[in-house]
């Protein structure tokens, strides 16, 4: 079983920058990918980024370029580096714990979540 903790959200204004963290414990021998997704309200949910335990990581369209994600082995934490935040990143963001099978991603464990609101 893996348990993961996060912190880091509030509130900021545009941009501006916010760093999450996801502390994993547990049988993290099994995790082949660290991710965050966010919920906004009225939207469905997206993936934000990805990290393998090769480094490789994914972003979608949206975050490209403002945000970073990362890795300290060390302390089992990963890391979203957010930087030039817009209102429209105003969500609920999760961290999860993937495996994998073949080539399909399948969530081990969730984050409780962390509210994020970018406004002036």
């Known amino acids: 079983q893996v348990e993961l903790v996060e912190s880091g959200g509030g509130l900021v204004q545009p941009g501006g920058s916010l760093r999450l963290s996801c502390a994993a414990s547990g049988s993290i021998s099994k995790v082949y990918a660290m991710s965050w997704d966010r919920q906004a309200p009225e939207k469905q949910r997206e993936l934000v980024a990805r990290i393998t335990i090769s480094n490789d990581t994914s972003y979608a369209d949206s975050v490209n370029g403002r945000f970073t994600i990362s890795r300290d082995n060390a302390k089992n934490t990963v890391y979203l580096q957010m930087d030039s935040l817009i209102p429209e990143d105003t969500a609920i963001y999760f961290c999860?714990?993937?495996?994998?099978?073949?080539?399909?991603?399948?969530?081990?464990?969730w984050g409780q979540g962390t509210q994020v609101t970018v406004s002036s």
């Open positions: 999860h714990a993937d495996a994998i099978s073949g080539s399909h991603y399948y969530t081990l464990a």
